[in-house]
């Protein structure tokens, strides 16, 4: 018992360089940078957003969803000093529900991978080093979760159940962990399993969650967080659509105030475009964003591309 310990503790020490030279790697790929640059800048957003509220901003003027006005709704307010990116046609300040939106969506973002790399990481895993009936059971059912597309799926699951942030995220990283990203994982599997020293390290005593542990899953972290920013995308994308068909129980999102815009009449009508832009906008650079360090660790995934 005590020497399982000790070659875990081992295990994990070792793990730390190898995550060293990824970065180094990393921080050669501009593509790599320009992604984290994004990301940072709406984390900054998000972080700001209560800051403003509790020195800065009169929380009256300023809460990204004050209480609906009598009907019909004052017209949204342009840009001004008092609000920069205006006011939608309810008077609530489009500036701050950005930012409350960017918190959301990092969020239901980060939610999401994580469920999605653990959940994909240790079936892929130990889908490829047990097989038998484990393996059999976890690709089949990759198989249905590929052939029915996520939204299709999330508006099934909206009408049963009230989607709220939190779950959105449970939901996206389960369907994105168990379908495509679990087959990639365990393709990656198989091929580090057939190495001649995880037959030396079981022929020397080695367990099978020792093996697993040392010299399987190290292997997989790059592929698993390469899909990892793949799936942040994938969720604010999912998020913006569900909002925007009034789907999502949140307090504010990018999809939320895009279907404010819908339903006021304003969403084709270029004079107000503080309504749409902003949120549009934010939407296409934070997944865009992702998917550049997506890019930036594929290249640590495929060492080919590096050479070109």
């Known amino acids: 018992m005590t020497e399982t310990v000790d070659r875990s503790i081992r295990s994990i ?21 320009i992604g984290v640059c994004g990301i940072a800048f709406f984390s900054l957003l998000a972080l700001l957003h209560p800051i403003l509220l509790g020195t800065v901003w009169d929380p009256k003027m300023y809460d990204p969803l004050t209480p609906s006005l009598p009907h019909p709704p004052p017209n949204p307010a342009p840009p001004s000093a008092d609000h920069w990116l205006g006011t939608d046609p309810y008077g609530s300040d489009v500036l701050s529900q950005l930012m409350h939106g960017a918190g959301s969506a990092l969020l239901l973002g980060t939610v999401a991978a994580l469920v ?17 009936l484990f393996d059999a059971v976890f690709m089949r059912l990759a198989d249905l979760i590929l052939m029915t597309p996520m939204l299709v799926i999330l508006i099934f699951i909206s009408t049963f159940f ?61 592929i698993s ?59 296409t650079l934070l997944c865009s964003s992702f998917y550049l360090v997506g ?10 591309l590096r050479a070109r």
């Open 13 to 33: 020490r070792n793990f730390f360089p190898r995550l060293g030279g990824w970065f180094s790697l990393f921080r050669e790929s501009r593509i790599g940078v």
């Open 116 to 132: 999605t790399v653990i959940l994909a990481t240790v079936v892929g895993a130990a889908a490829a080093y047990y097989g038998g």
């Open 162 to 222: 009230e989607l709220k942030l939190l779950p959105l995220a449970v939901w996206i990283g389960v369907f994105a962990g168990l379908g495509g990203t679990v087959l990639v994982v365990k393709a990656q599997a198989l091929a580090v399993k057939n190495r001649a020293y995880i037959d030396a390290a079981r022929a020397n005593g080695g367990s099978s969650g020792y093996i697993l542990l040392r010299h399987i899953i190290p292997h997989l972290a790059p």
């Open 225 to 283: 967080l390469l899909y990892m920013m793949f799936t942040v995308t994938e969720a604010v994308f999912s998020e913006a659509v569900l909002s925007y068909f009034g789907l999502i129980d949140a307090k504010m999102t990018w999809g939320m105030m895009i279907h404010s815009a819908a339903v006021s009449g304003y969403l084709l009508r270029p004079e107000v475009w503080w309504l749409v832009l902003p949120a549009g906008a934010s939407i």
């Open 295 to 304: 890019r930036a660790l594929d290249g640590i995934v495929h060492p080919r």
